[in-house]
């Protein structure tokens, strides 16, 4: 028994999540779930290497403990839903995954481990997992959408835990093959378990909002699955449904608007390199300005100014590196580190960079990171004093991989080949770029290809 009124709203998303298929899907909106996929391998690839990722699978082993689904990167293997969680963190472990900008919300960590797992719990093949991401991606982006987030971040809450545990509790419901009336259960359960604050900032916490996501949507698939329901309006109930608990009632129309017509997911802006959202326009004026000083490694600059939006400022202002998460987010690190001379990759936020006396001195007194009320969200601007009595600045107006400046799949190929190089996978970089390409006509083997060589565990 469901329990509330019927939410209208509700029913349209959980008919879209049940219904969906494949070759529904238009051809451009089909490459962009593509694309979005190969980035999140790649990111889940590369975040087996993260600092935090053996210390949260020890914990989780203990919780949820061993099974059969895969975890990127490794050999070992997990029950489902630790399986879901691994995979949502290492996704966003180097802090290089999707943003929705509009929401401030990360979505494939969420969605593409939770289909991963219930995929292979069920069976699904490729054209189901592709309609189930697809599901996921659109949703999470929708809700993001007409969360009304002035008011959501104003109370405080972070939304990948919030809004994207319903986004992935859809899509987990759709890999399972789930009715509107499972998929309207899952949507409600995934909503029950929606959590996490900017409380957390700085903090790994931060990162366990993705993970919660994750694997709550896991959890309410597949409750939904046996049979389990909740509340009918969930998402718009005035007593305690997710858009007024969490927001000020939000704008439910724009969640449905245009839904199977207009797509919200190409609004998702990748990450090429590692670093928070907040400094990815500041990191590439930095390459810019070190390719110009010509690896001089901070021979002859005599100050740099940095100046990023109000927003971007309260995230990466003021933040030190002494931890690889906060080195992530510090605008200082990065700058100082690139103009070193350092390769923007993953490696540039280990200890041993990061604990770099001549980088970290020139950071701290040299470095001067301000913000400016009306420079736009994505923007960034640097410029170095030098001592020769030349200044030299550059400006980004947003980041690469933003819906205004996209990347191609050559960019995220080249972030998948990096992220193989870092961490040994069953198959490489071309091995499964291909098989996502194939994933529609072809039986879901992927994760088996994502799993590290037996007895190469990092």
């Known amino acids: 028994m469901r329990f509330g009124a019927p939410g209208a709203i509700e029913e349209e998303l959980a008919s879209f999540a049940a219904g969906l298929r494949w070759d529904a899907v238009p051809d451009a909106i089909g490459s962009r779930v593509l694309l979005l996929l190969t980035d999140a391998l790649a990111n889940g690839i590369a975040g087996r290497a993260a600092e935090g990722t053996a210390r949260l699978e020890d914990a989780l082993l203990r919780i949820d403990g061993s099974g059969d689904t ?12 630790l399986a879901a969680a691994m995979n949502a963190y290492q996704i966003t472990a180097f802090t290089m995954c999707d943003v929705y900008r509009p929401a401030l919300c990360h979505v494939t960590p969420e969605v593409v481990p939770a289909v991963f797992a219930a ?33 959501f971040r104003r109370r405080g809450f972070h939304a990948p835990g919030v809004i994207g545990a319903v986004g992935a509790a859809l899509a987990a419901a759709r890999v399972l093959g789930l009715d509107a009336d499972g998929a309207g259960g899952a949507l409600a359960l995934g909503a029950a378990q929606a959590a996490g604050t900017f409380a957390a900032l700085g903090s790994e916490e931060v990162k366990l909002h993705q993970v919660n996501g994750s694997r709550s949507g ?25 858009l007024h608990a969490y927001s000020d009632g939000g704008m439910p129309d724009r969640i449905v608007s245009g839904l199977g017509h207009e797509w919200e997911l190409e609004r998702i802006s990748l990450r090429p390199r590692p670093g928070s959202s907040s400094v990815q326009s500041v990191g590439e004026c930095a390459s810019e300005l070190a390719t110009a000083l010509e690896g001089r490694a901070l021979r002859g600059v005599r100050a740099v100014r940095v100046v990023v939006p109000e927003s971007a400022y309260v995230m990466c202002g003021a933040t030190s590196w002494d931890e690889e998460l906060s080195a992530l987010q510090s605008a200082r690190y990065l700058v100082g580190a690139l103009l070193y001379g350092w390769p923007w990759w993953v490696e540039l936020f280990d200890v041993e960079h990061r604990s770099n006396e001549q980088v970290g001195v020139f950071a701290r007194e040299q470095i ?59 198959a490489g970089a071309d091995a499964v770029a291909t098989a996502v390409k194939g994933l529609a006509d072809s039986p879901f083997d992927l994760p088996a290809m994502l799993a590290a060589p037996a007895g190469c565990e990092r």
């Not at 913000?371 to 960034?380: Q, T």
């Not at 030349?390 to 992220?419: M, Q, S």
């Open 70 to 81: 895969v975890v990127f990167g490794t050999d070992r293997r997990g029950a489902p839903l």
């Open 119 to 151: 995929a292979q719990g069920s069976g699904a093949d490729g054209r189901s997992v592709l309609a189930a991401l697809t599901v996921g991606l659109e949703l999470t982006a929708r809700l993001g959408r007409g969360l009304g987030y002035a008011s």
């Open 218 to 242: 896991l959890m309410a698939a597949l409750l939904a699955a046996g049979g389990v329901r909740g509340a009918q309006a969930a998402l718009t109930s005035a007593d305690g449904g997710l």
């Open 368 to 426: 001067d990171v301000v913000a400016d009320p009306g420079m736009p969200v994505g923007a960034a601007a640097v410029s170095a004093e030098l001592d020769d009595g030349r200044r030299l600045e550059i400006e980004r107006t947003c980041a690469l991989g933003d819906p205004d400046r996209p990347v191609g799949e050559a960019d995220v190929r080249e972030k998948l080949e990096r992220a193989t190089r870092s961490v040994r996978t069953v």
